[in-house]
């Protein structure tokens, strides 16, 4: 079985465009999750969607959406890019919410780099 | 607030070595989750273990073993015997029972030197 895939693998954009991250779960989960590394820095969490609904939301500013459909693919958008929105941008996938004994498996990254 | 410290940024090792990576977390709730992931140069985050706050049995798989202390907040992991295959960055997360999000700590970095 194929594990999460993103795509593009890397992403060179200049300041203030637009530029969209795509991300195909593991067969089977419905829940998937987005999350930008900063070089040097763990993982934060910028959203969560759950059956195409929006679950869970961090500390990012409205130039960051995201959005999931029926097959449970995910994008997630920024607009509007700033030179500190260069980062590791991870897609993980899992079961479901709220369930105690699953785990989130990440994919691969858009490596994302604002110039 | 959830909140995850891995006071290590960085360890060297000599290969063979036994080697701990320390993390403690800060959290309100009384059902959590921890985890353990390793993350190559390629970039992916791979899962590694995943223990549950109701369940403070220690575990070991292989080289790997990890120490589960609820009285001091802490989740150490273990690595015996290191090898070169082992560098990589690792992180320790917590997440709450509601399942929404992953609370990273800052990673340790481990180089093991053959």
């Known amino acids: 079985d194929a594990g999460v895939t993103q795509s593009p693998t890397h992403l060179i954009k200049t300041r203030g465009q637009h530029v969209t991250l795509r991300c195909s779960p593991i067969?089977?989960?419905?829940?998937v999750s987005w999350y930008q590394q900063v070089l040097g820095q763990g993982p934060q969490f910028i959203f969560q969607y759950y059956e195409k609904e929006e679950r869970g939301r961090g500390n990012f500013p409205d130039r960051f959406s995201a959005r999931q459909f029926p097959n449970y693919s995910s994008e997630l958008n920024v607009n509007a890019l700033l030179l500190g929105d260069s980062a590791l941008y991870l897609c993980a996938s899992s079961l479901g919410l709220g369930m105690a004994n699953t785990e989130a498996f990440f994919g691969q990254g858009t490596r994302l780099t604002v110039v | 607030a959830q909140k995850v410290t891995q006071a290590q940024t960085e360890i060297s090792v000599v290969e063979k070595e036994d080697v701990t990576l320390d993390c403690v977390y800060e959290t309100r709730d009384t059902t959590y989750y921890l985890f353990w992931y390793k993350q190559p140069p390629s970039g992916e985050l791979v899962f590694l273990i995943r223990?549950?706050?109701?369940?403070?049995q220690n575990e070991i798989s292989g080289r790997y073993s990890w120490n589960f202390q609820k009285s001091t907040s802490s989740f150490n992991f273990t690595i015996t015997a290191s090898q070169v295959v082992d560098s990589a960055v690792y992180f320790c997360a917590l997440r709450d029972n509601a399942g929404n999000m992953l609370t990273f700590g800052g990673g340790t970095r481990l180089m093991v030197k053959p």
């Open positions: 223990r549950n706050s109701f369940d403070e």
């Open positions: 067969s089977g989960h419905k829940s």
